[in-house]
């Protein structure tokens, strides 16, 4: 069983500044699918950045990069210039390429002040 | 495009009673899931359904729980005699994708029902 490890329950950064929440994940797959999720206090999960195990080339989306080391089985996020709106959890996940799940981490809580 | 809707957003129940949640998919998403969420941890799949047809169920999935998708539209999620361990919140996602295989599909969630068994 894939299991994905987010070791940073809260994590807080100025408005304006760069935080990264980290991520790790145990496999045995070559190939899968890495995601990042937030959750904001609505509830609703909304998808931040994915990236393709199969690229080398990290992903990006605005504000939100990701630092992937495969063999370190890492997939970090970095949100550069974070805005108040960006205070939320954050999910790491992992999908097979033959499988329909994804498998979540426990989240970080991301605080941004002013 | 209204989103995923999730009906109802809270339910409060007795233990041992069953409770019905609603989820009504993004228009002409063909593939739909069921997670649970419990404080402090990120979500956990349930089930999955492409179109009517419910392609895979999580160990998690109980027989007391079962879930429907009658005409590959909405889908239901049935809870028979609760128990206080599926307090939890039931989130479900839904995504449109025309090939074989799911990819890296964006995946669209509702705001969830909150389930609280007492």
């Known amino acids: 069983a894939q299991t994905v490890t987010q070791s940073q329950p809260e994590m807080s950064v100025q408005e304006a500044e760069t935080v990264t929440l980290s991520c790790t994940y145990d496999?045995?797959?070559?190939?899968?699918?890495l995601f990042w999720y937030k959750q904001p206090p609505s509830r609703q999960m909304i998808l931040v950045i994915r990236?393709?195990?199969?690229?080398?080339q990290n992903a990006t989306e605005n504000r939100f990069s990701v630092n992937f080391q495969k063999a370190a089985k890492s997939f970090s996020l970095k949100i550069s210039d974070s805005q108040l709106g960006d205070a939320a959890m954050y999910f790491c996940?992992?999908?097979?390429?033959?499988?329909?799940?994804?498998?979540f981490g426990k989240g970080t809580s991301l605080l941004v002040t002013p | 495009d209204t989103g995923v809707s999730q009906d109802p957003r809270h339910k409060i129940t007795k233990r041992g009673q069953n409770v019905t949640f609603r989820c009504d998919p993004i228009?002409?998403?063909?593939?739909l899931y069921w997670y649970r969420q419990t404080l402090g941890q990120g979500p956990e799949f349930l089930t999955y359904?492409?179109?009517?047809?419910?392609?895979?169920k999580s160990r998690l999935l109980s027989d007391r729980f079962s879930a429907e998708r009658p005409k590959g539209s909405f889908s239901t999620l049935e809870i028979q005699r609760t128990e206080q361990g599926d307090s939890a919140m039931y989130l479900c996602?839904?995504?449109?994708?025309?090939?074989?295989?799911?990819?890296?599909?964006?995946?669209?969630f509702g705001s969830g029902t909150q389930l609280s068994v007492l």
């Open positions: 996602a839904s995504s449109r994708n025309v090939g074989v295989t799911v990819h890296n599909e964006k995946l669209f």
């Open positions: 496999t045995s797959e070559s190939d899968y699918y």
């Open positions: 990236q393709e195990a199969y690229k080398q």
């Open positions: 996940a992992y999908r097979r390429v033959s499988g329909y799940a994804l498998n």
């Open positions: 228009s002409e998403h063909n593939r």
């Open positions: 359904f492409q179109n009517e047809a419910q392609l895979e």
